[in-house]
């Protein structure tokens, strides 16, 4: 299957019914949609753009996108929750929006310079080679569109608080969701954009109250963060 590892499909797959349960183990991203499909939306205005949403599961962030007026292409190796972002869409009654179980590098193959956006959010944490799957957004991108990227920094700090605390005080996500070797350092982030042709345009801290439940955007990316890159014309 390419660059995918088989249990974090497994993992994913067994909650896949409760993707839309706002109080559910996906509640965090229920509470973190708003802010990044703000952030998003205020660089690239996704009304009208051709966007795709590479590592969608249910389907959170590319149904909201595609509410936002753009033509959303939303794709997953896990069938599950694939099947739960169809139907959720399909009740909905949106009809600017597609699912696809395709990896990135191969719609890469199918469909270069096809998407004015990219979004992969949470998930370069999840695959064995993320600097293939960076590969793949540029590939995807036209020249001049947008790519954004959202991950876990890999330090002691974003161990406490991104696993420990995260997973087993707060108990905001399942325990094992996330593996501390596969955080990812901004430079690391930064120099496999790069090495695609990607240019950097932005990076922002994202910030958990636990008592508010609330996101904000911040300067600080020592845990989670966003980037926001341009493919050279």
């Not at 009304?47 to 936002?68: F, N, P, T, Y």
């Not at 090495?195 to 904000?216: C, D, I, K, Q, V």
């Not at 300067?219 to 989670?224: H, K």
Request: aromatic share 8%; hydrophobic share 45%.
């Amino acid at each position: 299957m390419g660059n995918v590892d088989p249990q974090e499909l497994a993992k994913f797959s067994e909650l896949a019914h409760r993707w839309w349960d706002e109080n559910s183990e996906f509640r965090p991203l229920h509470e973190m949609n708003p802010l990044r499909l703000e952030w998003i939306d205020a660089q690239a205005q996704l009304a009208g753009k051709q966007v795709l949403d590479i590592g969608c599961g249910g389907g959170i962030l590319a149904e909201s996108m595609a509410r936002m007026a753009a033509q959303v292409t939303g794709i997953d190796l896990a069938a599950k929750p694939l099947g739960v972002a169809r139907l959720h869409a399909l009740e909905a009654g949106i009809e600017n929006l597609e699912y696809l179980e395709i990896s990135a590098e191969a719609l890469a193959a199918q469909r270069p310079a096809a998407y004015d956006v990219v979004t992969c959010m949470e998930m370069l944490e999840h695959v064995p080679e993320p600097a293939s799957v960076v590969q793949a957004c540029a590939t995807l991108l036209r020249p001049g569109g947008w790519a954004f990227f959202s991950t876990l920094n890999r330090n002691p700090k974003s161990f406490l608080l991104g696993i420990v605390a995260a997973e087993y005080l707060l108990q905001l996500l399942p325990k094992g969701t996330h593996e501390y070797a596969r955080f990812i350092r901004p430079s690391e982030l930064a120099r496999w954009c790069r090495e695609a042709g990607l240019e950097l345009s932005t990076s922002r801290g994202m910030e958990y109250n636990p008592l508010t439940r609330r996101f904000r955007l911040t300067d600080d990316t020592s845990v989670n963060y966003v980037v926001a890159c341009r493919k050279r014309a």
